[in-house]
């Protein structure tokens, strides 16, 4: 340290001498305060499990969101506790975000967003009221001037919380994904990361709030990466090709599916954004709920692929094709040579081999899908069901069904969508064929033709009119069908004429998501379900991860260097690699569940199970 800083003052810098120094500072860092050591004994503990830490834009004031609805605000420079706020919300508080040195909001399991001023501690400034789940992240975009909250309901809500209206603050519900757990806003305003448990990562590049809900309006990426799972072409996905294109020059949609080889993830739980906005930090659950993983990825555009091509040109996106079983070689070569599909292209009918839906039971859902009074068109299919519905949610609603005596069962939050892959039945081909006919000319022969092909066809599909008067008698493709209890389907491979001609259109491609993958670590998995937010350094060159009843400190190499840039990038990004640990340290008497650093100096705070929050800094 004597000679880096001699050469300083000299004015003669070493190449290595920053990292060194960084090594040894971060490797240093040790507790030296705690939470509970400054309190009572019979107070210990009574704020339940720390959930959330947060420091305002200076750095001399940190935020506890806790268990037993307390929030708790304590002076980073004497870590003495300022105010307590013993009933915040009426259910556990789960997030904190600040807008600036003294404003900042609180989210709750009670549904709610609260403001608060650190100047009066002694009510909220408002209550903001739109979720209907429990809210789990809470972002501000200084750029657009809105709040932004997103909650287990899979939506996420901005605010304008400078409009005060007799209603309340003008709110507006700009996207909605399934599974979503945790949306966060890079600093410099222009992206917009959600992470879910369906094991993808949706970076929205070029963010524009005022737009997004107009600009993906119907997209669901849920669905679309059901198709690229399935590598099925799927109709009502593949038409929102376009909010991946280059050409769309705001609300750009991006997924990031690679994780390493032993991670099958699953439940991404926590997220965090680089503090400079060069990549993303992740911590997932594997499918089998036996391990724990921390990644990194890369959070920036994809560049161009050569530039030697024209600049009006859009650069062709890495896709899979999706060829049917049907088709010949000849065929193959010639859809080759014909040039790429547009974003937004028609729904088409092609021979892969799909499903029909049966109905195998008595008969109930014919009957409740007939109650709407509009019908639906012939055209939709029920092919594809989903439900988007927590466990906890599915618990709270039975809870009130008993109170108030109504039957209740998973399967009535349960729906169908229209993929547009299904072929029309028999019996709806025809009676859509026989239309199209009559208003073009009237042609017998050709009625003759279509009445022989259906039914040919529906000898071979028997059982299927049940389920075709039950789609029938719907209202729209975007309006749920209700499937109720007791009630089973049955899946029956659809068997298409073999004589039945194939385009040139229907060889479709499917899109491919790029490879982001930089750094990953093991993590372990203690007391699972709960879930742990690490955090980055503020320079970005360390990560703090929760680990058992302490903390890791991770870095991008031993020498503690900074995020890698040009070439050295470009190796990470071909071959992911371990991140390395520079310290570990051991603490609590608790699984930890949140880390943060602070924003001014190397100053690590962290929070366990057990309601203590620990400080660290380092011992040179």
């Not at 809870?399 to 005596?405: F, V």
């Amino acid at each position: 340290m004597e000679r880096y800083l001699s050469r300083r003052e000299s004015g003669f810098s070493h190449r290595g001498d920053e990292n060194d120094v960084m090594r040894r500072i971060y490797s240093s860092v040790g507790m030296f305060n705690s939470y509970q050591a400054n309190c009572k004994r019979t107070e210990a503990g009574r704020t339940g499990a720390i959930f959330n830490l947060e420091f305002n834009a200076d750095g001399n004031v940190v935020v506890a969101a806790t268990e037993r609805k307390c929030v708790l605000v304590f002076d980073a420079i004497t870590q003495r506790e300022i105010f307590k706020v013993p009933d915040a919300h009426t259910d556990s508080v789960n997030c904190i975000k600040f807008f600036d040195e003294r404003l900042f909001a609180t989210g709750s399991d009670d549904f709610t967003v609260a403001l608060w001023d650190l100047r009066n501690m002694k009510q909220k400034l408002r209550v903001l009221h739109g979720h209907s789940n429990w809210v789990k992240n809470i972002e501000y975009s200084s750029k657009d001037k809105l709040l932004v909250s997103s909650g287990f309901d899979g939506s996420i809500f901005t605010w304008d919380i400078n409009s005060h209206t007799e209603q309340g603050l003008i709110s507006q519900r700009v996207f909605h994904a399934s599974g979503l757990m945790r949306c966060r806003i890079s600093p410099t305003g222009d992206k917009l990361v959600l992470c879910t448990s369906g094991g993808y990562i949706m970076i929205i590049h070029h963010l524009d709030l005022t737009t997004l809900h107009k600009d993906l309006c119907g997209f669901r990426p849920g669905i679309y990466r059901l198709m690229q799972l399935g590598e099925q072409y799927i109709p009502q996905a593949a038409k929102y090709d376009h909010v991946f294109s280059k050409r769309q020059k705001k609300n750009r949609v991006e997924l990031v599916t690679d994780f390493p080889e032993q991670n099958d993830a699953e439940m991404i739980m926590a997220l965090q954004i680089h503090p400079h906005c060069r990549c993303m930090l992740t911590r997932n659950v594997s499918c089998d709920e036996q391990s724990e993983w921390t990644c990194i990825h890369d959070i920036n555009e994809e560049p161009v692929p050569s530039d030697d091509e024209p600049a009006e040109e859009e650069p062709q996106a890495k896709k899979k094709r999706v060829i049917p079983p049907s088709r010949t070689a000849n065929q193959d070569q010639e859809t080759d040579g014909l040039p790429p599909r547009p974003p937004r292209r028609p729904m088409r009918m092609s021979t892969v081999q799909v499903f029909h839906l049966d109905n195998a039971g008595s008969g109930r859902l014919a009957a409740a899908a007939s109650a709407p009074a509009s019908p639906r068109p012939d055209t939709f299919i029920p092919d594809i069901w989903a439900a988007e519905l927590t466990v906890q949610e599915r618990a709270i609603r039975q809870n009130r069904a008993r109170n108030t005596n109504n039957h209740v069962s998973g399967y009535n939050f349960v729906y169908a969508i229209s993929s547009g892959v299904l072929p029309l039945r028999p019996s709806v081909a025809s009676r859509l064929v026989v239309n199209s006919t009559l208003r073009q000319q009237s042609t017998p022969p050709a009625l003759e033709s279509t009445g022989s092909n259906s039914s040919s066809s529906s000898s071979s599909s028997s059982g299927s009119s049940s389920s075709s008067s039950s789609s029938s008698t719907s209202s729209s493709s975007d309006s749920p069908v209700r499937l109720e209890s007791g009630h089973r389907l049955r899946l029956r491979p659809f068997v298409g004429s073999p004589a039945a001609p194939t385009s040139k259109e229907n060889d479709h491609s499917i899109l491919v998501n790029a490879k982001k993958l930089l750094y990953y670590a093991a993590e372990t998995n203690t007391k699972p379900g709960f879930i742990k937010e690490p955090g980055f350094s503020a320079d970005g060159r360390i990560i703090c991860s929760p680990y058992g009843n302490g903390v890791r400190l991770l870095g991008y190499s031993s020498d503690c260097c900074d995020y890698p840039r040009c070439q050295m990038f470009e190796e990470v990004k071909r071959r992911p690699q371990k991140l390395v640990e520079l310290a570990k340290i051991t603490e609590h008497q608790d699984v930890v569940l949140c880390a943060k650093f602070s924003p001014r100096e190397p100053l690590l705070v962290t929070g366990c199970n057990g309601g203590e929050v620990t400080w660290y800094r380092p011992h040179l």
